[in-house]
């Protein structure tokens, strides 16, 4: 949320802010409850749009073109891409065994738990006001990643490198047999 | 102040769209007559004076054309494919600064919609989003010539949108700022962004191209080998809608080559032209000179089409990936170099 000086602007946003939440919340239902997967990805599209706008309202406008670029323009892309190629129906979707349900009840249920104690445990008096609201704009945030966080932001990269060579690696004929 | 504030938007917002719009319409005849000219024809000539009313003929036979929803398609999808296509089109505009700020009725008036600081990014991510009408149009037909258009259309912009974030990449060394404002003026007068960076420029047109899905690159509906591609089942103000998105891709791609590389509504002798004219008629010949430079490039994307003939799909992908990707690189490597030679001299 911005931290405006005027009260009205504030109670703009918080409304704003709830309407997107409830979008979100809706969409991200919607991903798990439609039977069509084309329509779960398409949901799941709605969802990350909404991101993009809560960090809008947060005054993180790099992270929001970013995550607009990555996830919805490139990330879904390919989701959307090969499950047209899949032909997934609602009538040729496999019946799954009662043992993976219940797998993943308890795992869902772990999850759950896990995540309400964390909420609990949470100090909610830590978040305040960040002492540099502009903090997300992006002549900041390239500061701050080339001087302080140098060394992680050098070994994220690295991590993206090495996971490519090893997708070119996977997607690259074998020369011995050649019947890649 | 606020409201009057959304009233110039507003107003601003609604003259671009009907520029939009009305330079989409005339940019089919427009293709026409290129085309007729190329080939020694006349093209169309009936309707108007020189063919003019020929885009509201189109547009009044795609209106009343009977509407084809086949029966084996997902009805919403089908719908929503063009509507996004047209929709995700016309985003682009917003960032785009057509002119210097005037000055109206005793008013300062920018001639951009909004300038964000990250605006280049949001033209990538807006062209990102462009491969969603064709891709869902052409799943939700439920033919395989439509899905196979789709697919290629979705693996081409991918492709190609590579080649260009890393072109531009090198562009933004140059001009250490994300903001269309700031970028166009920096290129004040001759000092357009071309000059320094010719290698980069050639990639992105290329890429636009692509991103377009213009001839050489309009794999998606190659009609040879796909009837119509993505747009095979599509019949009557869908079908135009398509059309439509394309030409509009077309002339936001000009635009935001324009002001990226060519300067905007930068030209050479522009000081003493402003000082000539005042703040008011001063702007008004830079956005002359913008729109020159627009229809300029719509132009090239015609005699491109009218005269090259379409790449086979595998030569598309290897130009792509092993040719543009490496030579982006290169170039930004280059850049690099440059500038940080330039500055400890």
Known sequence: MRFNQKGNTVAYDMSLFYFVAFLTILFSLLVIFTKNPVYSVLSL??????????????????????????YMGAIMVLFLFVLMLMNLNEETE????????????????????????????????????TPNSEIGLVENLGKVLFSEFLLPFELSSLLLLSAMVGAVLLAKKDKRTNNG | MELAFLFEKLILVTVLFVLTLSIAAYSTWLERKVAAWLQDRVGPNRAGIFGLLQPLADGGKMFFKEEIIPSGSNKWLFIAGPSLALLVS????????????????????????????????????????????????????????????????????????????LSIIALLLVTNTLSFKEIAEQQHSWHWNVI?????????????????????????????????????EYSAFKMGAYMFAEYINMFVSSAVMAVLYFGGYNYPGMDAVNSLLGPTWGPVIGVAVMFIKIIAFI????????TIPRFRYDQLMDLGWKILIPLAIANIVITAIVITVVDKL
């Open chain 2, 299 to 306: 132009f090239f994307f015609m005699w491109v089409r009218w």
């Open chain 2, 196 to 232: 320094y960076q010719p290698l980069g420029f050639l990639i992105f047109i290329i890429c636009a191209f692509a991103e377009t899905n213009r001839v050489p690159f309009d794999l998606p509906e190659c009609e040879t080998e796909l009837i119509g591609g993505y747009n095979t």
């Open chain 2, 90 to 165: 016309f985003l682009g505009t917003a960032v785009i600064p057509f002119g210097q700020n005037i000055e109206l009725f005793g008013k300062t008036v920018p001639l951009q919609v909004t300038d964000i600081n990250v605006g280049i990014l949001y033209i990538f991510g807006v062209v990102s989003l462009g491969v969603y009408g064709i891709m869902i149009g052409g799943w939700a037909s439920n033919n395989k010539y439509s899905l196979m258009g789709a697919v290629r259309g979705a693996s081409q912009n991918i492709s190609y949108e590579i080649a260009m974030g």
């Open chain 1, 45 to 70: 599209i709605a969802t990350f749009f909404t991101f993009t706008i809560h960090y809008i309202l947060l005054n993180a406008q790099f992270l929001a073109v970013v995550n607009f670029i990555v």
């Open chain 1, 94 to 129: 496999p019946m799954k065994s009662n043992l993976i349900k219940i797998i993943g009840v308890i795992a869902g249920v772990t999850l759950l738990v896990t995540l309400v104690g964390s909420i609990h445990a949470l100090q909610t008096t830590g978040v305040s006001a």
